[in-house]
């Protein structure tokens, strides 16, 4: 039987970003300053691997915090009502390479939906005091209207004045969760 090893998301040296489309024309990049998760793997690499992650909604940041407090409000993430995005894979293959495809279930706003995700294994490092860390970048394309986030205003050409695609990207590193002795 393979070891099994759980890996913890160290938030220091990792990052959860989102872009998405406004006025059709230009491009306006969040983040999510608090978050959790881990990495359970079997053996030696990372395929079949289960992640779990759980993102403070609260914690968002767009450099502007009229439009921080919107996006946490009715209109789109409801932070009150529902104070996490988590996300649990149901699916973590090798594709090729240093690439992997992981699906699994986001739940965002109350919907639980499936996604698909491309991570890029970055690879590993001894960090200098003796602990090994494991770097990955995971990147998607996630439709908010399926999660209920249907807010909108039409420009005065017609266009959306935000896009429905919400471009995803994870800088993640992890590191060995070590128990500590009672």
Do not use: C
Not at 25 to 40: A, C, D, W
Not at 41 to 68: C, H, L, P
């Amino acid at each position: 039987m393979a070891n099994t090893t759980t890996w913890v998301i160290d938030p220091m040296h990792s990052e959860v970003l989102f872009k998405i489309k406004h006025l059709v024309i230009s491009t306006v990049t969040g983040s999510f300053r608090k978050f959790e998760g881990q990495v359970v793997t079997q053996g030696d690499d990372f395929n079949d691997a289960r992640v779990t992650i759980a993102i403070d909604v609260k914690s968002i940041d767009t450099n502007q915090q009229q439009r921080d407090e919107h996006l946490q409000a009715g209109d789109f993430f409801s932070a009150d009502q529902y104070p996490q995005i988590t996300f649990e894979s149901t699916s973590f293959k090798k594709t090729d390479g240093n690439d992997y495809k992981m699906t699994g279930n986001l739940t965002l706003k109350g919907v639980t939906k499936p996604v698909e995700l491309h991570v890029e294994y970055g690879g590993s490092e001894n960090n200098g005091h003796g602990v090994i860390k494991h770097g990955f970048e995971v990147t998607g394309i996630i439709n908010r209207n399926k999660f209920g986030m249907t807010w909108n205003k039409l420009t005065d050409t017609g266009g959306l004045g935000l896009g429905e695609d919400i471009k995803l990207i994870a800088n993640i590193q992890v590191a060995e969760l070590v128990e500590e002795a009672v």
